[in-house]
């Protein structure tokens, strides 16, 4: 009897957590030049990378950002993080090379995207291919979206949901329920569709006199026409 041919085994994605590569995901082919051992980690990653990765570039209805998109790898961040200047990009070593591309003026980094916002002057065609090179070379060069550190999270300080000024005190269990009403809403039937265009919102706090709730918009949305 003829053996019936097997199916075609699709490659499940699979977390490298060595130190060099903690915040990559690869498909298990990106892996096949690290059998060799650890030693060769550091010179075969960046072919792996240069086979794995591409950058995606979405457009976002703001016409002056650019969501880019990494497919074959993640950054580690349970929040999008928002860099404003190059100055506060100084801390992060891809938000930092992202800035030096001449008229980026916002970079926000999320987990699945990266998007960037660019002066009224500039024009795409002169500047994504600088940025996906940016964001490639980051890649490949094994740092952290913080230098050394490897942040998966905002402190509790720099949460973006805990930035009720009121003290419990001064709020009514019926403030809070309503805070926690609308931090709900803006998760789950909100957020979802702003990241989807490149962009982020997140809840900053809640006047009980007025009924007036404040929020941060992010990324794409900074500037928005």
């Not at 591409?54 to 790898?73: D, Y």
Request: glycine residues 6%.
């Amino acid at each position: 009897p003829q053996t019936p041919n097997p199916k075609p085994q699709t490659p499940n994605p699979v977390s490298f957590n060595s130190d060099l590569f903690t915040f990559l995901t690869f498909d298990r082919r990106c892996l096949r030049p690290f059998a060799q051992g650890p030693h060769r980690l550091q010179m075969r990653a960046s072919r792996a990378l240069r086979r794995c990765l591409s950058i995606h570039p979405v457009s976002a209805p703001n016409p002056n950002s650019l969501k880019l998109v990494p497919q074959g790898a993640k950054l580690p961040l349970n929040s999008p993080v928002s860099f404003g200047s190059a100055t506060a990009a100084l801390k992060s070593p891809l938000a930092k090379s992202l800035f030096r591309v001449d008229g980026v003026e916002n970079v926000l980094l999320a987990s699945e995207y990266i998007s960037v916002n660019k002066s009224p002057e500039a024009q795409w065609e002169a500047l994504q291919a600088p940025l996906v090179a940016a964001i490639e070379a980051f890649f490949a060069s094994g740092q952290g979206v913080f230098g050394d550190e490897h942040p998966s999270s905002p402190s509790p300080a720099s949460d973006p949901y805990n930035k009720q000024q009121e003290s419990p005190s001064q709020l009514s269990a019926a403030d809070e329920e309503t805070i926690a009403l609308v931090v709900e809403i803006i998760e789950t039937r909100v957020r979802p569709f702003v990241q989807e265009d490149g962009g982020d919102i997140t809840f900053e706090r809640f006047d009980p006199e007025t009924g007036i709730v404040w929020v941060e918009m992010k990324g794409s949305c900074t500037g928005c026409p």
